[in-house]
């Protein structure tokens, strides 16, 4: 989080958004994940995870369109709230 947010003070600032997505941690998890559980969970997960981009992504376009009309605050509460919702339908609809 230090690096970002020293990039983002910097010319290339745009940067700081993909570091966010940066895998390091769940490198060592999905590596304790086999060890413990083998490739089919890891398989599992990372396929949830891949379906995780979408509240993700909702979350960002959500905050571009806030940020056209409202304060930086009102943008990220409402952006993290669609973000909880979409993430909740998601959880939903992949236990059944």
Avoid: N
Wanted: charged content about 10%; proline content about 3%.
């Amino acid at each position: 989080m230090l690096a970002v947010h020293f990039i983002s003070k910097s010319p290339v600032y745009f940067v700081s958004a993909i570091m966010l997505s940066f895998p390091g941690l769940s490198m060592i998890a999905y590596y304790f994940m086999y060890q413990e559980h083998g490739a089919g969970q890891v398989m599992d997960t990372v396929r949830f995870a891949m379906f995780s981009q979408i509240p993700f992504f909702c979350f960002l376009l959500s905050l571009y369109l806030l940020l056209r009309k409202h304060s930086i605050g009102i943008s990220l509460c409402g952006a993290f709230f669609l973000w909880l919702l979409t993430a909740g339908i998601l959880v939903f609809l992949w236990k059944r």
